[in-house]
Nanobody, 126 residues
C-alpha cells in the first residue's frame, strides 16, 4: 500500500486549498482513512477521517465546518478540502490508512495506522 499526498502550498488567511491523497494497493472505497497534521515540536494531530463512508467523516473540533473529506473512487483518491484557512492551520499534512477496520473512537489515534503518505506542507499567512 502506498499513499501519495499532494496539494499543499502557501495561502493567505481565509483562503482555500484542496489536498489529495492518491492510494495504490488499497481501495479508498472503504476505510479507515484519515488526515493528520503536524507542526515541529508537536505531536501529530488528527484532522479528520472516515471509518465507513456510509457513516460519514468525523473531524476534530477546530476544523469542523471548514474542512471536508471526500473521495473519487475512479481515481482512488481521497481529498481534504480546506476552506477558511487560519494561520494555526499551518502544518505538514499527512494521509494515513490501514487494512483492517477499527472502531470509530480509534480513528483519531495515529498509532493505529499502518500506512502513511509522505506529507504535504500547508502554510497560511496572516
Amino acid at each position: 500500500v502506498q499513499l501519495q499526498a499532494s496539494g499543499g502550498g502557501l495561502v493567505q488567511a481565509g483562503g482555500s486549498l484542496r489536498l489529495s491523497c492518491a492510494a495504490s494497493g488499497r481501495s479508498v472505497s472503504s476505510g479507515p482513512i484519515a488526515w493528520f497534521r503536524q507542526v515541529p515540536g508537536k505531536e501529530r494531530e488528527f484532522v479528520g477521517g472516515i471509518n465507513t463512508w456510509s457513516a460519514g467523516p468525523v473531524y476534530t473540533a477546530s476544523v469542523k465546518g471548514r474542512f471536508t473529506i471526500s473521495r473519487d473512487n475512479a481515481k482512488n483518491t481521497v481529498y481534504l478540502e480546506m476552506n477558511g484557512l487560519k494561520p494555526e492551520d499551518t502544518a505538514v499534512y499527512y494521509c494515513a490508512t490501514r487494512i483492517n477496520r477499527i472502531i470509530t473512537s480509534a480513528l483519531n489515534r495515529a498509532d493505529v495506522y499502518t500506512y502513511w503518505g509522505q506529507g504535504t506542507l500547508v502554510t497560511v499567512s496572516s
